[in-house]
């Protein structure tokens, strides 16, 4: 098991447990009602691995309040795409994070580079949308990654450092935080980065966590950009992978069960 990161849950009383793999399912802006209702119960169907792994559903915000009822005593756990810094106010068309703990939340992913580039999201309001998931007692799944003028111009590394360093607080850690790095150029695409750029990033990746919050080394790492049935089993293999923020693979029951399970192969 050498160096694959762990989760380490704190909460006293609860066994500390390890080596879980994390696979969460970004469906963006994808499925209405009736399309949603049937990919959830094909997943119950064949889901068949325990608590080796955990894995997050995140569909768009229309059907959070209807997957909430849904997965009730199963093993999916609920997150968000989104949410805005403020607890609530003259926001017209944002969602806070008390709204999506209220609503039965216990992800968000934060900084997408979609919401980067499309919405203009900054930096600065990532880390401030982290803290208040934080107040609300939601773990962020903090977006990172490079354009792939970035990579070519060998700027992938400071793109990264720079990112964590303004995103993420001191307060980040192993209960309320998660890294997902995904290099744009890979985000559906069907590119997949090189296993040994995955690893170097992945390795930056916990060297600058550990430099910045005393559980650095415990704060999962995932990667993301065309992770698929075929290749998911060599990705989890990576060191410090610790999981997987899947887009596309994960609107089709059978593709994101056999993620699943090339994660359960790994265990
Ligand atoms: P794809 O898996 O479709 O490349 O998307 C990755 C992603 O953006 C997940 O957040």
């Known amino acids: 098991m050498s160096d694959k990161n762990f989760i380490i849950l704190n909460d006293p009383g609860k066994p500390k447990m390890t080596h879980q793999l994390i696979i969460a399912g970004n469906w963006k802006m994808n499925l209405l009602r009736d399309g949603s209702r049937k990919l959830i119960s ?14 997050i559903l995140i569909p ?13 005593n199963s093993p999916f756990f609920l997150g968000a795409q989104n949410c805005h810094e403020e607890r609530f106010g003259a926001f017209t068309g944002e969602v806070s994070a008390e709204m999506l703990a209220d609503l039965g939340c216990t992800y968000v ?4 580079s979609e919401r980067r580039t499309l919405f203009g999201e900054t ?9 208040s998931a934080l107040d609300f007692g939601l773990t962020a799944i903090i977006c990172v990654g490079e354009s792939i003028e970035q990579r070519q111009a060998g700027l992938a590394m400071d793109t990264v450092s720079k990112q964590l360093e303004e995103c993420v607080g001191s307060e980040a850690n192993s209960n309320n935080c998660i890294i997902a790095y995904e290099p744009i150029w890979a ?3 069907g590119k997949t980065a090189e ?14 966590l550990i430099a910045k919050s005393a559980t650095g080394n415990d704060i999962p790492i995932l990667y993301g950009g065309s992770v698929k049935a075929e290749n ?12 997987a923020l899947v887009g596309g693979a994960s609107l089709n029951s059978q593709d994101f069960l056999e993620i699943i399970k090339a994660g359960q192969r790994n265990d």
């Open 123 to 131: 930096n600065n309001q990532i880390r401030a949308r982290a803290s």
């Open 195 to 208: 296993l040994q750029d995955i690893e170097e990033m992945h390795r930056h990746i916990r060297n600058v």
């Open 60 to 72: 768009p915000a229309t059907l959070l309040g209807s997957i909430a009822d849904q997965i009730r």
């Open 109 to 112: 992913v934060l900084g997408h």
């Open 42 to 55: 094909d997943l119950q169907k064949g889901y068949t691995f325990g608590s080796a792994m955990k894995v």
């Open 232 to 243: 998911a089993s060599n990705i989890f293999a990576v060191p410090q992978v610790g999981g």
């Open 187 to 189: 985000i559906g695409t």
